[in-house]
């Protein structure tokens, strides 16, 4: 699933990604009941659902689930912020390649069903610079880009080409992920 931040014209922006390890409706946590974001699925998969309600009750019979919850939120966040910053420093095709690898850590395939149109809107540009950044990756070996998928060919070379916040992120991840045990 994609976190949108969606502006008052319509235009929005990938803010976060969340996959197997995660859940959606934070706010719900601190006792929020909306968001100011979107969140859209990139392709199929399988998801619990649970009452607002019920998992309010659920977390009060349950304490080491709320702070697995609310520490899913502080990684979130961390993500978020990281995302941010690498949407304002870094190339399309450094961003691109960070894109993939994020969802290909969170689906679990190296087939990714991506449309041009909708990596622009993940990464806040135009539909032209991901055809750019695209042919850059696939003329690399990296990806093979046919309509709507992305194939990753060599995921070691693609990581070599993403910015460093993917290597941040994972690498922060996996200390808290030491630290928590």
């Known amino acids: 699933m994609s976190i949108?931040?969606?502006?008052?014209?319509?235009?929005?922006?990938?803010?976060?990604l969340i996959g197997k390890e995660g859940f959606s409706g934070l706010p719900l946590?601190?006792?929020?009941?909306?968001?100011?974001?979107?969140?859209?699925?990139q392709g199929d998969g399988t998801a619990y659902r649970c009452d607002a309600q019920r998992l309010k009750q659920i977390m009060a019979q349950?304490?080491?689930?709320?702070?697995?919850?609310?520490?899913?939120?502080?990684?979130?966040?961390?993500?978020?912020?990281?995302?941010?910053a690498c949407n304002r420093l870094h190339e399309v095709d450094e961003r691109l390649a960070r894109w993939i690898l994020m969802s290909q850590d969170r689906l679990d395939s190296k087939q990714l069903p991506l449309t041009q149109?909708?990596?622009?809107?993940?990464?806040?540009?135009r539909r032209a610079s991901v055809t750019v950044a695209a042919g850059i990756l696939q003329k690399a070996g990296l990806i093979s880009y046919t309509r709507g998928n992305v194939t990753i060919l060599d995921r070691e070379k693609l990581e070599d080409a993403a910015c460093d916040c993917y290597d941040l992120v994972r690498q922060q991840l996996a200390k808290w992920g030491t630290e928590a045990k």
């Open 4 to 16: 949108l931040a969606v502006q008052p014209d319509g235009k929005s922006v990938e803010v976060g």
């Open 29 to 41: 946590l601190v006792g929020y009941r909306s968001s100011p974001t979107r969140v859209v699925t």
């Open 62 to 84: 349950c304490p080491e689930l709320e702070q697995k919850l609310h520490r899913y939120g502080h990684r979130l966040a961390m993500q978020t912020t990281q995302i941010a």
């Open 117 to 125: 149109e909708f990596l622009a809107q993940m990464l806040g540009t």
